[in-house]
């Protein structure tokens, strides 16, 4: 049990400091995985900045992540639930496009004023506070490949075991401290899992 994201970005940091792998910079996605790899970057000794994605929804679930869109337009979708919920391609086409405008928006908003993310060539590491479905962090991933980086690690304080093992295939380094049988959301493993507010999650990018 976590006391909060700040506590957990700490033990993922110490965890990750024994780590051999390279890392060039730390991604955090917003909102609640910036509280997250604020401390883990400070460990580390390297710059932090955004990587961001945004859910498309089930028709009448959005809970139910059927894909998730990057800011760039990579996307990652479940095919076996797209599948089985006999989805249009109309609709997720329409949903993919307003997803991306939603997540290239928020992107502007916390990189106002930065220079353009440069991964080519970069050893990176994509931080959140969690993974349940995985949705977002699999768009996250995909979108940090396709910009070129030389390697992408993720890092996670908790996560349920059968998204940790897919995601596993899909990155070059994965740390995860907790990965409970009994997972059934990111925020049962929290006493405080506060909803973080934009302003507070671009603050911690300063």
């Not at 700490?10 to 909102?31: H, K, N, W, Y």
């Not at 006999?86 to 930065?114: C, F, N, P, S, V």
């Not at 995860?176 to 925020?187: C, E, H, I, N, T």
Request: include cysteine; hydrophobic fraction near 45%.
């Amino acid at each position: 049990m976590f006391t909060n994201r700040t506590d957990a970005g700490e033990q993922l940091a110490t965890e990750l400091r024994r780590s051999d792998f390279a890392v060039d910079v730390v991604l955090g996605i917003p909102r609640g995985g910036l509280p997250i790899a604020r401390p883990v970057a400070d460990a580390l000794g390297v710059p932090l900045d955004v990587v961001v994605a945004s859910k498309v929804g089930a028709p009448g679930n959005p809970e139910l992540a059927v894909a998730a869109v990057a800011d760039d337009g990579t996307t990652w979708r479940n095919e076996s639930l797209v599948g089985s919920l006999d989805l249009t391609t109309d609709y997720l086409e329409d949903e993919i496009e307003h997803e991306q405008r939603a997540a290239a928006e928020k992107r502007g908003r916390y990189r106002e004023g930065r220079p353009p993310l440069d991964l080519a060539g970069r050893h990176v590491l994509v931080v959140d506070d969690g993974l349940a479905t995985g949705a977002t962090m699999f768009a996250c991933v995909e979108r940090v490949r396709e910009a070129g980086a030389a390697s992408v690690a993720a890092a996670v304080p908790v996560g349920s075991p059968r998204t940790v093992d897919e995601l596993r295939r899909r990155v070059d380094h994965l740390v995860v401290l907790d990965q409970p049988r009994s997972f059934r959301a990111v925020g049962q493993f929290f006493r405080d899992f506060s909803q973080v507010s934009d302003a507070e999650a671009m603050a911690l990018l300063d």
